[in-house]
Structures are given as C-alpha cells and as structure tokens.
C-alpha cells in the first residue's frame, strides 16, 4: 500500500512563528502536493513539485514556501505563520500525471491540523 | 472558469440508498474523481470516470453524463461506516485537480 506520512497531526504555533510541515512518501512517486482543506471549501493546492528541486505554485501559494531536496520528501513552509493559516494541511503524492484512465491517482497522508494563534 | 458543485450535508437511514449528485462547469474535461474522507483520516480514491455511464463497484456506483456536466455517486446497503464526506474533483484539460467542497454524509439507525 502506498504510505503517505505527514509528520506532525496537530501544531499550535504563534503569529509570525515559522512553521515546517513535512510529508514522506514511500512509493517512489514523482509528484507530490501541498493541499489546504478549509470547512465549506474544496481542497485548494498551494504548491506542488514534479521532480525534486522542482516546485510549481497552486492556486493560493502566497504565504508558503516549499522545499523537495529528495524525491520522497516534500516541505511546506510557513515563513511567519498568520491566524489565517489555521487550516488542515494534507499533503499527497501521485506516481505521474494523475489521470484516473490510466490508474494513477492522487494519494493523501492523513492531514496536519495547524492552529496559529 | 471552473465550477463544482454538491450539496453539504445528507442524512441517510442505515440500509438505505443515497445518491450524492456532482455538477460542474469546466472549459477542459479529463475525467471525475470521487473521494472517501472519515473524519479526521486521509480521502481516499473511491471511483472515477471519463465515459458516459454507470461504474459500478460493489455497494457503490459512480455515474457521468458529459453534456450535462453531471455526476452522482450512489451507494447501496448503507452502513454506519459509510457516515463520512464524499469529494468531487474534476480533472481539467491540464490534468490538474479541481476539488468540489464536499458532502458530509450522516447515517442514521
């Protein structure tokens, strides 16, 4: 089974603190993503990579960093962490484009539950 | 623009079927994810399709229809397990992710 590991479930962090949210995945997948999943929102992508080194912004990347020095790792950073990042994060990884046809999709980790306060 | 859309919350009865409908609005149509997500666990693939029709996997199904920007997920012989959300994610023309905000489904006894 492919394993997505989000290191932390629940942070408590401070405004302005930097914040390090780390995803492993264990089944050599190119891709990985960086979601946020928000009460009455779908999943919107912050970032995402395709190859390490590699990061593309998503579709609200502003207050984010991301960081892929090795192909199973992928980072998010929150460089001064504000209250309206108080969000659940989940991180995925999918073994190449993600098209349903060919049976690869998108896998999650179990989410990191991040309050800043 | 993209667009997606289902409805928040069903209540079920245990036994039961229920059909969570998805509509969407897309320029690019690559296919239609749905996702399975417990409370407080990771989604997890349920179904998804690019063809007209039915896909049917054991208690549940998935339908599309294309030129209607339509679909729905069906699942039979509910049981209490089944209370989680559902997520409807639209793949666009750029194979990207377009996630609807998803219906949480409560089963009742």
């Known amino acids: 089974d492919v394993k997505v590991t989000q290191s932390s479930r629940y942070l408590v962090k401070r405004t302005g603190e930097k914040v390090f949210l780390e995803c492993v995945q264990d089944?050599?997948?190119?891709?990985m993503f960086w979601y946020r999943q928000d009460p009455g929102l779908g999943l919107r992508l912050i970032y995402f990579?395709?190859?390490?080194?590699?990061?593309e912004k998503g579709d609200i990347p502003e207050g984010y960093s991301v960081s892929r020095e090795k192909k199973e790792r992928f980072s998010l950073i929150l460089e001064s962490a504000s209250t309206n990042q108080t969000s659940m994060y989940l991180c995925?990884?999918?073994?190449?484009?993600?098209?349903?046809?060919?049976?690869?999709?998108?896998?999650f980790g179990e989410g990191s539950w991040l309050t800043v306060v | 623009g993209q667009n997606i859309d289902q409805p928040t919350e069903m209540t079920a009865t245990e036994g039961a079927i229920v059909q969570i409908n998805c509509t969407y609005q897309?320029?690019?149509?690559?296919?239609l994810f749905w996702y399975q997500q417990h409370a407080g666990e990771a989604p997890t693939f349920l179904s998804y399709n690019v063809l007209d029709g039915l896909e049917e996997k054991g208690r549940f199904s998935s339908f599309l229809s294309r030129s209607k920007g339509y679909s729905y997920l069906l699942l039979k012989e509910l049981q209490m397990k089944d209370s989680a959300s559902y997520l409807c994610?639209?793949?666009?023309?750029?194979?990207?992710?377009?996630w609807g905000a998803g219906t949480k489904l409560i089963i009742k006894p």
């Open positions: 990579s395709y190859d390490v080194k590699m990061k």
């Open positions: 897309t320029s690019g149509f690559n296919g």
């Open positions: 994610a639209l793949l666009d023309s750029n194979y990207q992710l377009i």
């Open positions: 089944m050599d997948h190119e891709n």
């Open positions: 995925a990884s999918s073994p190449g484009t993600v098209d349903g046809a060919s049976g690869n999709t998108i896998y």
